[in-house]
Each structure stands twice: as C-alpha cells, then as structure tokens.
C-alpha cells in the first residue's frame, strides 16, 4: 500500500466497500461517495466493520509483521446502536485489529437536533 492510499467503506445494517483500497481517489469519487453516508441506520455494526477492514488489510499483505509500519482506520460514526451486535464482538475485532497492527480512531458525529442521545 501506498502513502496516502484511501479505502472506503460504508456500514450500518451491512458493512461495504465502496471505494477500494489502490483505486484512485478524485473530486468525482467524493461526490459519489458522499451519497453512501446517511447516518439514518438503526444499527451500528462496528466489529463487523473492524473485522472486514482487517480483512482486507491482510488480502493486501499490508498488516504489520513487525517491520511495517500501522495501518490507520478511521470510523466515523453517529454511534447510535454501537454494542447492537453485542460488546464482545466489537471488543474481539478490536483486540484482531490491535495485533495486526491497525491503529483505529473512532469519530462521533451527532446531531445536537436528535432527540436521541449518544451513550457508550
């Protein structure tokens, strides 16, 4: 993988790729892009998510083996319904992440107009 290369994906009820690692990244693809996030879903597959994104990092031969550097996921998240699949779930994809060597941040973004409060 290539500084700077940027992967995409989309998740809620189901987690997708919709930009692949290694394909280009322009204006248009951002565009396009923009149309998958409706932060409208009821649940919030986070493991799912973290174990696809590790998937696809050891289908790449990018997971740290020590003399590599991390990879960074970044999930960006209204975090409604984050322990729907259960907190173990999410707890072991973090901890498969972690060894592989990916780093992850976690970005909340809430409406301050919904009636629903975020809680962790």
């Not at 998937?55 to 003399?67: K, P």
């Amino acid at each position: 993988m290539e500084a700077g290369e940027l992967g995409v994906m989309s998740f809620g009820e189901q987690t997708r790729i919709v930009h692949p690692l290694g394909e280009p990244f322009s204006d248009q693809t951002g565009c396009k892009l923009m149309q998958n996030f409706t932060f409208d879903e009821q649940k919030t597959k986070v493991g799912e998510l973290i174990e696809l994104a590790t998937a696809v990092f050891e289908d790449r031969g990018q997971l740290d083996t020590g003399d590599r550097p991390a990879q960074l996921l970044v999930i960006m998240s209204d975090g409604r319904g984050i322990k729907s699949e259960g907190p173990d779930v999410v707890k072991n994809a973090i901890r498969a992440a972690k060894v592989n060597g990916i780093f992850i941040v976690f970005i909340v973004i809430d409406n301050p107009k919904s009636k629903v409060n975020s809680k962790y």
